[in-house]
């Protein structure tokens, strides 16, 4: 994840030293599969490969960046899919785990070491798609905009954003949030999660168009949060889909477009990407 070095609170309570300490022991391959399959099953990849097939007909070939990459899940499952994809990350730790792990699963992805608020400009228009899990919360005031209209920068005209976000008005992660900063145990920092209307107000300001919102995870994050790591129960993670969802969902999930005709610099890719069963 990348934070702005320029604002002296998130470089306190959140910079880079944060996510140095979190990425020091990576998953083992056996924990590290068992993740990438959870994204796989997920409502955040299905939503991704609609998004694509519906703006481009396609994944195949696709020029695709993940900003404050990580290990770079859901970019996994593009590289599978055939995209050209790229990891963007401050943290050295993280960019060295991605590597391993691509490698490990015989996948391609440029790695990218960048702050998201000031080294982007080598990347401006040059992807379709722009995504990032869990990033834009590490940010305050001003630069959640800038940090917003960061993605549409790296955007071709055309292009599409895709990105998730925790959401404010889930109680059962405010409830683990606020017990794990009581005790001094909360491990990420400067977080501040983010409601719908201030989402889609901030990636408006920021230039983007077609901004679509909807929120998840309620069950999840009630198994996960609650019964498992609150209560110490040992629990299977719910990803059902709730009615509660729309209303108290943990997860925020954005897409949005750059304004602008979307040309495609190749030709050579099949027009329309398959899918597994």
């Known amino acids: 994840m990348i934070l702005s070095s320029s604002n002296a609170a998130i470089s306190l309570s959140a910079g880079p030293h944060v996510w140095d300490r979190l990425w020091r022991h990576a998953p083992d391959e056996a924990k590290d599969a068992a993740r990438i399959e959870r994204e796989r099953r997920g409502r955040r990849w299905d ?15 696709l020029e695709t960046v993940e900003l404050g990459s990580g290990l770079g899940d859901v970019s996994v499952l593009l590289a599978e899919q055939g995209a050209r994809v790229t990891l963007v990350d401050y943290c050295d730790r993280a960019l060295d785990e991605a590597r391993n792990r691509f490698t490990r699963l015989g996948l391609s992805a440029s790695c990218v070491k960048a702050n998201l608020l000031e080294d982007v400009a080598g990347l401006a228009g040059r992807f379709d798609l722009a995504l990032s899990v869990g990033v834009i919360e590490h940010f305050q005031g001003a630069d959640r905009t800038r940090v917003l209209a960061a ?12 990105l998730t976000v925790p959401h404010a008005h889930c109680p059962t992660y405010r409830l683990w949030k606020a017990y794990l900063q009581l005790r001094g145990w909360w491990p990420y920092g400067l977080e501040i999660p983010y409601a719908r209307t201030e989402l889609t107000r901030r990636a408006r300001a920021a230039g983007l168009a077609d901004i679509e919102c909807e929120t998840y995870g309620f069950r999840a994050s009630l198994t996960d949060h609650v019964w498992r790591q609150l209560l110490r129960r040992s629990v299977e993670i ?3 889909a709730s009615v509660w969802d729309r209303g108290f969902g943990s997860v925020l999930m954005m897409t949005a477009r750059k304004p602008g005709r979307w040309r495609s610099d190749d030709t050579t890719s099949s027009p329309r990407a398959s899918f597994p069963d």
């Not at 490969?49 to 195949?60: K, M």
């Not at 993605?151 to 895709?162: D, E, F, K, N, W």
């Open 47 to 61: 939503a991704t490969r609609e998004l694509l097939v519906r703006a481009f007909g396609r994944i195949e070939g």
């Open 238 to 240: 719910d990803d059902r």
């Open 151 to 162: 993605h549409g920068r790296v955007l071709r005209a055309g292009g599409v954003v895709m």
